[in-house]
């Protein structure tokens, strides 16, 4: 997959869901990744093999890909959780990172 | 604990040579399914993935900048350079070193370094 397309920002209240798509044209057998990076920080990964969350990232963050398109939900958000959320491809020789989407948390 | 720190010019005149450093604990290269990648990204955009050495010596690279990209890993310097030839002020980004384990997490980068910054200017 050559471009990987977020929507630029999502707003949303504390504690309600939070949901930002990446589509893509060809995922192909490709894994889904997602990353969240806040103001003048490194990159974390939050999601990985599609739906899987690494060791000591909250329940609250979820994944799911359907056709095209990765989902990335954040259930009962907390204002911790604003921050940039890049979706990646994840393939075994190349990577594709998504636009990316500015989270807000209001 | 999983460490990576990146090291390298700050400032960068057109058409030289970048070389970066990434200097890794906490894991070895020379393990199994163990990888590192280098990962740019400019002011206010996502993040574009560069290149990546395997435990095997195995490398890949970026298709739009294959060209100008060389990869190398020192085991018993736990370390990991990339250089970046003919650079141009586009180049100018953080950079970041980050860790793959394919056995934990697949191909995702699970570990990153702080990164950085590299501008490129005259």
């Known amino acids: 997959s050559s471009e990987l397309t977020q929507p630029p920002s999502v707003s949303v209240s504390p504690g309600q869901t939070a949901r930002i798509t990446c589509s893509g044209d060809?995922?192909?057998?490709?894994?889904a990744c997602w990353y969240q990076q806040k103001s003048g920080q490194s990159p974390i990964l939050v999601i990985y093999?599609?739906?899987q969350r690494p060791t000591g990232i909250p329940e609250r963050f979820s994944a799911s890909t359907s056709g095209n398109t990765a989902t990335l939900t954040i259930s009962g958000t907390h204002a911790v959780d604003e921050a940039d959320y890049y979706c990646q491809v994840c393939d075994s020789s190349s990577y594709v990172f998504g636009t990316g989407t500015k989270v807000t948390v209001l | 604990q999983v460490t990576l720190r990146e090291s390298g010019p700050a400032l960068v005149k057109p058409r030289q040579t970048l070389t970066l450093t990434c200097t890794f604990s906490g894991f070895s290269l020379k393990t199994t399914g163990m990888c590192v990648s280098w990962i740019r990204q400019p002011p206010g955009k996502a993040p574009e993935w560069l290149a990546r050495i395997d435990w095997d010596d195995d490398t890949y690279f970026s298709s739009s900048l294959r060209t100008r990209l060389a990869i190398s890993k020192d085991t018993s310097k736990n370390e990991v350079v990339l250089t970046l030839t003919d650079v141009d002020p586009v180049d100018s980004a953080t950079y970041y070193c980050?860790?793959?384990?394919?056995?934990?997490?697949?191909?995702?980068?699970?570990?990153w370094g702080q990164g950085t910054l590299v501008t490129v200017a005259s």
């Open positions: 093999q599609d739906n």
């Open positions: 060809d995922w192909g057998n490709k894994y």
């Open positions: 980050a860790r793959i384990f394919t056995y934990d997490y697949g191909p995702a980068f699970d570990s």
